[in-house]
C-alpha cells in the first residue's frame, strides 16, 4: 500500500459524459501527478499540482482539467468523453529522497470504461 | 527529444532462472534513473532509483545498472519467482526537475 488513495476503482460511462476522478496523496506530500494508461501503452504524463499550483503540463487534453484543493486532495475532470479516453488513470504524491531527487509513490488507479 | 527505449518489450523465463532487461535513453541533462514494477492493473512501484553517480543498485534479487556515458541501463532479476511476472519501466528524470520520462516497459512472465 502506497498511502496514495483514489477513487473510484472503476468506473463506466458513456460517450459524451463528464466524469471526476480523485485522489489523496501520502500524508505530507505536497505534489500530485496525473498519468494516464491505455491499453498496453506506456504511462503519459497528465498533470502535476503543488500545493495547490499547478507546475507542470504533459500531454493533457483542452477537455481534461485538475485540480488541488487545500487539503491538497486532487480531482482530474474529463468531459466530453471519446471511447479513446478509455484508460488506467493514475495519481502519484512524491517526497524529496535525496538532494533534489523525489520519489513518486502511485495509487492503484482508476479504470475508466467509455462505452 | 527525450526518450527512453525498453529492450526486449516481452519475455518468457522459467521460474529459477536470471534474466536482464534493458534500457536506453536519451534525456538531458541526466539526473536520475528509476525501475519501477508495475502488476497488471496496479499501480507503479518503485524497485531502485540511481542518480548519475551511481553505477550500481540492488533491492533484494534486483540489481540495476547504470552507465551514463553511454546512457544505458540494465535491470537483472536473479532466480526469477512467479510473483515476477508483471511490467517493468524504466523512467528517467532531467535535471532540475521532477517530470519522469517513462519507458514502455517490458512485460515479464515466469512460467513455472
Known amino acids: 500500500d502506497s498511502g496514495v488513495t483514489q477513487t473510484p476503482k472503476h468506473l463506466i460511462t458513456a460517450t459524451g459524459q463528464r466524469v471526476t476522478l480523485r485522489c489523496s496523496p501520502r500524508s505530507g506530500d505536497l505534489s500530485v501527478y496525473w498519468y494516464q494508461q491505455s491499453l498496453d501503452q506506456g504511462l503519459q504524463f497528465l498533470i502535476q499540482y503543488y500545493n495547490g499550483e499547478e507546475r507542470a503540463k504533459g500531454n493533457i487534453l483542452e477537455r481534461f482539467s485538475a485540480q488541488q484543493f487545500p487539503d491538497l486532495h486532487s480531482e482530474l475532470n474529463l468531459s466530453s468523453l471519446e471511447l479513446g479516453d478509455s484508460a488506467l488513470y493514475f495519481c502519484?504524491?512524491?517526497?524529496?529522497?535525496?538532494?533534489?531527487?523525489?520519489?513518486?509513490?502511485f495509487g492503484p488507479g482508476t479504470r475508466l470504461t467509455v462505452t | 527529444k527525450n526518450q527512453v527505449e525498453q529492450s526486449p518489450q516481452s519475455l518468457i523465463i522459467l521460474e529459477g532462472k536470471n534474466c536482464t532487461l534493458q534500457?536506453?535513453?536519451?534525456?538531458?541533462?541526466?539526473?536520475?534513473l528509476r525501475w519501477y514494477k508495475q502488476d497488471t492493473g496496479r499501480g507503479p512501484v518503485s524497485l531502485t532509483i540511481?542518480?548519475?553517480?551511481?553505477n550500481t543498485k540492488s533491492n533484494g534479487r534486483y540489481t540495476a545498472t547504470l552507465d551514463a556515458d553511454t546512457k544505458q541501463s540494465s535491470l537483472h532479476i536473479t532466480a526469477s519467482q512467479l510473483s515476477d511476472s508483471a511490467s517493468y519501466i524504466c523512467?528517467?528524470?532531467?535535471?532540475?526537475?521532477?517530470?519522469?520520462?517513462f519507458g514502455t516497459g517490458t512485460r515479464l512472465q515466469v512460467f513455472p
Open positions: 534500457c536506453n535513453y536519451t534525456v538531458s541533462p541526466f539526473s536520475n
Open positions: 540511481m542518480t548519475f553517480s551511481e
Open positions: 523512467v528517467v528524470s532531467a535535471r532540475n526537475t521532477d517530470k519522469l520520462i
Open positions: 502519484a504524491s512524491s517526497k524529496e529522497v535525496g538532494q533534489g531527487l523525489y520519489e513518486q509513490y
